[in-house]
Every structure is written in C-alpha cells, then in structure tokens.
C-alpha cells in the first residue's frame, strides 16, 4: 500500500476527493430514493401533497382487496417458474453441444451468432415480437395459414387463454445471450486435465460425461443464472407495458406493472412504493436463500 | 480439449443451424420487409420483392434522428461521466489508506443489492422535487450514479493488481496522487474500462421506464420510447416502421463489429459480481 507521504494534497484530505463524486452522486441519486421508499411505503401519498402516515394500511389493502396486485401474484410465478426453467435449461444444452465441437473456429463463430442478437435494441425485439403476434399482418398467423392451420390463428396478445403464454414465448427459443455467454465462460474454464483424469475412469463423452463432470463443475454459473433470472422476473414488466398493458383484463398484470399504473396513471405513490418495497424483500430474501442453500462450483470443485 | 465422438457433431450442428434460423428468422423477415411498400407487403409477404423501396430510409430516418441524436448523447455522457467517477473511486479504494475506506465501500457495493422496482417512485417525485423533471439530466445524473457501482466494483480488482512498482517510480519522479491515478492507473485499465463503458452502453441505450416517465416533450425523448411511439405513426405501412426498427440497431451493431471482444466480455461482466 501506497503511504501517505505521497503529493501534496494528501495532508489535506487528497484521498477524499477522490470518492468524493461517487459519493455525492449516490448520496443524492441512490441512498435518497431508497430511505424514501421505505419511508413512503407506510404512508398514503400523492407525491404532491404531505404524506399521512397509514403503518401497514397498503400492504393489507394489496393483500386483500387489490384484485390487480393479487391477480398478478400467481401471474408473475408463473412467468417466472417458466423463465426459469427455460432459460436455466435451454442455453445449457446448447453450450454444452457448442462447447463439445473440436473445431474452435466453428465454435467461436456460433458463439458470435448466438450474441448478435443481444446487440439488437431491446425495444425493437419487443416490437418484433409485437408484430410476430399481431392477428393481422403478424409472422405467426401468416404462417398458421400458410400450413393450413388457419383454424389456430387468432389474437395471440388479445385472447385473455393465450395472452400470459404468448408473452411468456418472446424470444424463443430464448438460446441467444446472456445465458448461453455465461455457461460458456464456465465451460471455458474447466480444466482439460480433468477430462483426461475422467476417460481413465471411463466417463469419456457424451451425456454422461456432462451429467458427471461439466454440469457439477458449472453449477455456480447456473446459481448466477438463476438468481438474475428471478430477479428479472420479480422486476419486469416493460415488455407486458408495451404489448398487453396487462390485459386483455388482468390475465398479464405483473406487480411491476401495478406499481407502474398506482404511481403514473394514479398518483398512488405511497402505494407503488409500498409494492417496490415487497417486491425487494422478495428480491433479497430469494438472493440470500440462493447463496445459502445452492452449492456453488467452489464446493464440487475437485 | 480432447476426445469427442465424432458423429455426435452431425446432429449438433443441425440442431444448433436450426436454432440459429428460427432466431434469425424475424431479423431477416423485418429487414426484407423494410423495404416494400404497402402492396409489396401485402402481395410478396413471404418474399423478397423488388424494387427496393429504399425511401423508406429517409421517412423513417427523418422521425427517429431526434431520438437517435438524443440517445448518443445522453449515452455518451453518463457512461464518461460513469468512467470517471467510478475510476477515481476506485484507484482510492485500491491503492490508498484512509479510515472508513472499508465502510465506505461496502456502501458502494451494497447497491448492487438494491433492485431498480424499489427506487422507481421515490426517485421520480425526488427528480421532480429537484426541478429536472423533461431535462436530459434526469437521466445523465443517475445513470452516472447508478453505472458507477459495477465500475468501482470490477475496477478496485484491477488496480489493486497493477504492480506497485510502477507507482513507486512514479512517486520517485515527484508525481502526485493525482498524476499516479491519470498517468499510471488509467491508462492500464484501459481494457477494462472499455467492457465497463460497454456494459453501461447497453444498459443505458435500452433502458425504457426511466426515459417514459421523465420525458414528456417529444424532441427529448429517447430512442427506446420514441420506437414505442413510432409505431402508431405508421399502424400500416411496415416498410418505413420497419426501416425505422433497422436504424435503431445500426449504432449498436457495428460498435459490436469493432469491439466485438470488449462487448463479449462487457455482456458477461454482470455476471461477476456474484
């Protein structure tokens, strides 16, 4: 470490001006919003007018009279028990086929294709998919005629039956990114020597090589997927925002969205303050179960 | 790697070639069709169709060059304002020795427990309070706060492990804290900021329910909400919606081409923190 003899401003406080920045800006922009929130979520308030202090007053009204909020409960486990099983899975099995190829140029160019679309702006995806389900002029009913499956087109985001299922299908077959990048890296990383080790013993390729060895060994990128995952689920709901805005009436409400809607339709700050605090003791308690009692690479490691 | 069987490949690949269609498929399909006007549209839906419309270019450029404008700049700032910030904070954290460091950057860190859900609503009647409600610094100023954390974070990790021999010299030369952090720390980390600024890029580029809620005027908006807006402009004709979509994604796609691998390793530094 670097003594404090050093310049002429460290005797007077020159370290400080270093971390001065940072610390006014997430003075102001982070920590006070967050006392705020957990100020506000207790009071009824306008965001205008002085708040009045109401204790638990809108967690018992979510919990028991809020037909959004309590209808977007089971809606978000099932989007995210969905997302999760998805995406945990399905970029897995591809890294794992990607990871098996011998030629490294091969693998690296599908590695590269598989994060192009990451680069498309989020809004335009949405927009892709909006047109993919649009009843009309969308990808997807086109193709149903097409095939002669006419009788299966129909209002995709607008039939309350397939409205949750349709949003929950965006960017299938959800191999691209982030994921995929992830088990990559982790697979990158295992040591060839304990391949070598594992074909003495007779566990050479294929399904019961990943079973025994590459799975084990990528479990902590899979505990990072899963936690993001959860988290993502828990927060998301631009993309409901944009393509159904909850409906068709509350079959694709998620919390986010009833946070959302109380705050800028509504003015019910205290109340969308009172969901955000939920939905972060969610957040955290899912977190700090995760790395509790999900065995990471660390603890299999050889 | 060593031995794999090899008709295992002949599957993969068709596996993963097929994968690759189905998710390239829409691209393609909004590139083709950003180019026909309404009867192409309607006569050619599933092919390719001449002539090129390619007026459709300047109509769509013409509505989204004000958000484009907007979105470049705005990222721009935040993500050089977030650099800054966060590699002075950083280079303290790591190289030097003042009460309450440990404290202070458990602070720092501890946000990246904080979910955005959370502070949504409190930061926005705060930007109100504070008058920067329909600025562009209603954005700058917390994008810079927010994307310094990850930052600070992966950065104390890199200075910390730059040879202190080469700040020793430095100090030799009569070089101050401050040029040791400029001359020395910076230009070392130089990689490691570019994933950082990448990683803030994308975030910053795409983000949506901030912009919606503190922008109102049209000419300020950002890109992401004027596409959501784009869209009701033109409710049929696709071919300029779409040349519109393409646009959008140009800036992002080639700064992946040039820095392909700055961005690979920008899209998986999230991950780090765990």
Redesign the interface.
């Known amino acids: 470490m670097i003594k404090n003899k050093i310049g002429n401003l460290t005797e007077k406080g020159g370290y400080y001006l270093f971390i001065i920045p940072t610390f006014l800006l997430i003075s102001i922009f982070n920590y006070y919003p967050i006392f705020s929130a957990f100020y506000h979520a207790f009071f009824r308030w306008d965001g205008v007018n002085t708040p009045t202090f109401i204790g638990l007053g809108h967690f018992r009204e979510l919990f028991t009279v809020d037909r959004a909020f309590l209808t977007s409960l089971p809606n978000m486990a099932k989007l995210g028990g969905f997302s999760l099983a998805v995406a945990v899975t399905i970029p897995l099995f591809a890294a794992l086929l990607i990871s098996n190829l011998r030629n490294n140029r091969i693998q690296y160019i599908y590695r590269i294709l598989f994060v192009i679309p990451m680069v498309v702006p989020w809004m335009v995806t949405i927009m892709i998919w909006r047109f993919i389900y649009d009843p009309i002029n969308g990808l997807l009913n086109n193709f149903l005629n097409t095939i002669g499956l006419d009788v299966l087109a129909q209002s995709w985001l607008g039939n309350p039956r397939f409205s949750l299922l349709a949003i929950m299908f965006i960017n299938f077959p959800w191999i691209a990114g982030f994921n995929l990048l992830i088990y990559l890296a982790g697979l990158d990383n295992i040591s060839p020597a304990i391949f070598d080790s594992a074909a003495i013993d007779g566990v050479s390729s294929g399904i019961s090589r990943w079973m025994k060895i590459d799975i084990p060994l990528i479990m902590g990128q899979m505990k990072i997927i899963v936690v993001l995952t959860v988290i993502d689920q828990i927060e998301r709901f631009q993309a409901i925002l944009i393509l159904t805005n909850g409906g068709p009436g509350f079959s694709t409400y998620v919390p986010g969205l009833v946070l959302y809607k109380n705050a800028f339709m509504y003015s019910k700050m205290g109340n969308a303050s009172a969901i955000g605090l939920f939905l972060f003791l969610l957040i955290f308690l899912i977190t700090v179960l995760n790395i509790k009692y999900i065995k990471s690479s660390a603890e299999y490691g050889t | ?6 008709k ?2 002949i599957p ?1 690949h068709i ?2 070639l097929f ?2 269609v ?3 498929f ?2 393609l ?2 590139l083709m069709t950003s180019f026909k006007d309404v009867s192409q ?1 309607r006569h050619d ?2 092919s390719f169709s001449l002539p090129l419309h390619l007026e459709n270019y300047p109509t769509a450029w013409n509505v989204v060059k004000v958000y484009m404008l907007n979105t470049v700049v705005i990222t721009s700032l935040s993500v050089l304002g977030a650099l ?3 590699s ?2 950083a ?3 790591a ?4 009460p309450g460091k440990t404290l ?1 950057f458990y ?2 860190i501890g ?1 990246l ?14 930007i ?1 309070q504070l008058h920067l409600l329909n600025t562009h610094w209603a954005l700058i ?2 994008y ?3 994307g ?2 990850m930052g ?1 974070y992966i950065l104390r990790g890199f200075f910390a492990s730059t040879p ?1 021999d080469l ?2 010299s430095a ?1 030799m030369d009569g ?7 400029w001359r020395i720390g910076l230009p070392l980390a130089k990689a490691i900021l570019g994933v950082i600024a990448i990683m803030n890029l994308l975030w910053i ?2 983000d ?2 901030w912009p919606l ?1 503190t922008l109102s005027d049209n000419y300020k908006r950002t ?2 909400v004027g ?2 807006y784009f ?1 009701g402009m033109y409710s049929t004709a ?1 071919g300029p919606q779409f040349a519109g ?1 393409i646009i ?2 140009i800036p ?2 080639f ?2 081409l040039i820095t ?1 691998r700055y ?2 390793a920008g ?2 530094a ?2 780090i923190k ?1």
């Open positions: 790697m060593n031995r794999k069987i090899a295992l490949n993969t596996f993963l994968v690759i189905i998710t390239y829409p691209f399909f909004l549209f839906y599933w800054l910030t966060a002075l904070s280079f303290a954290f190289r030097f020795n003042f202070l602070a720092v946000l427990m904080i979910p955005r859900v959370l502070t949504l609503v409190p930061a926005f009647v705060w109100k100023l917390p810079i706060s927010g310094q954390v600070i202190i700040y020793d100090k070089a101050n804290i401050f040029q040791m952090y580029w795409n949506y329910i809620v890109i992401t596409l959501s869209q696709y979509y959008a994604s992002l796609f700064l992946f392909m961005f690979v899209l998986t999230g991950a765990m």
